[in-house]
């Protein structure tokens, strides 16, 4: 299954995969601000119509400047407040890699 989503400042697209006990959300595309935001709504989404608990997202082919610090604090507590009115609960992760890990 696939969708598309788009925004104001940019256009994100999405890969929808079911696996047994979560889904997975592989973006592509152009960040744009609420990005985050729009990403999670519509894995809590996908989530709640295949039935399951938990969604993966993997945002690595969005393209853009990453995030502050601040601004993914506060993205987070928007996405906590999205979630708290979902029922039953949907974990989500994120999979964001801002640059190659750094082994001393």
């Excluded at 890969?15 to 894995?43: D, I, M, S």
């Excluded at 989530?47 to 082919?61: E, I, K, N, P, T």
């Excluded at 502050?68 to 964001?96: C, F, H, N, T």
Aim: hydrophobic share 45%; glycine share 10%; aromatic share 6%.
């Amino acid at each position: 299954m696939t969708g598309q989503g788009e925004g104001s400042a940019g256009n994100i697209r999405f890969e929808l995969r079911e696996h047994p006990e979560h889904v997975e959300l592989v973006c592509t595309g152009a960040c744009f601000p609420g990005a985050q935001l729009y990403v999670a709504k519509e894995a809590f989404v996908a989530a709640s119509r295949a039935g399951r608990v938990a969604a993966l997202v993997d945002v690595r082919g969005i393209a853009g400047p990453a995030p502050s610090m601040s601004e993914r604090y506060d993205q987070a507590v928007k996405v906590a407040q999205l979630q708290s009115g979902i029922a039953p609960r949907i974990r989500l992760a994120l999979e964001w890699l801002l640059a190659k890990p750094k082994i001393p």
